[in-house]
């Protein structure tokens, strides 16, 4: 099992910048398939990017392009690089673990392909 913990939502004016963080613990950080994924208010929680335990990455068209995720295994860390935020990226983002491994270039994850989810970090982008 993994326990994961994210930080570093905030408010932002649009074009700026943030980034989130989710600490893990638990079981080895590395053998998990990790993802992001974000919930706006009456809206389904959606797929934002994942990084597979071998370390390929891929995104929704949404923020293609403007989101980076990365990890560093050994601060058992999963980022969230956001840069040229609009308002229509204002929601909860949630990190997210599998022990299943999927991966592909356009492969964008599904809530239910994952076990462990962290409590949520608010994003907020003002116009």
């Known amino acids: 099992q993994v326990q994961l913990v994210e930080s570093g939502g905030g408010s932002v004016q649009s074009g700026g910048s943030l980034r989130l963080s989710c600490a893990a613990s638990?079981?080895?950080?590395?053998?998990?398939?990790m993802a992001w994924f974000r919930q706006a208010p009456g809206k389904e929680r959606e797929g934002v990017a994942v990084?597979?335990?071998?370390?390929?990455?891929s995104y929704s068209d949404s923020v293609k392009g403007r989101f980076t995720i990365s990890q560093d295994n050994a601060k058992n860390t999963l980022y969230l690089q956001m840069n040229s935020l609009k308002p229509e990226d204002t929601a909860m983002y949630y990190c997210?673990?599998?022990?299943?491994?999927?991966?592909?270039?356009?492969?964008?994850?599904?809530?239910?392909?994952?076990?462990?989810w962290g409590q949520g970090t608010q994003v907020t982008v003002s116009s």
């Open positions: 638990g079981d080895t950080f590395s053998d998990y398939c």
């Open positions: 990084s597979d335990s071998d370390g390929n990455t």
């Open positions: 997210a673990a599998t022990p299943t491994y999927y991966s592909g270039a356009y492969y964008v994850p599904a809530p239910y392909e994952y076990n462990y």
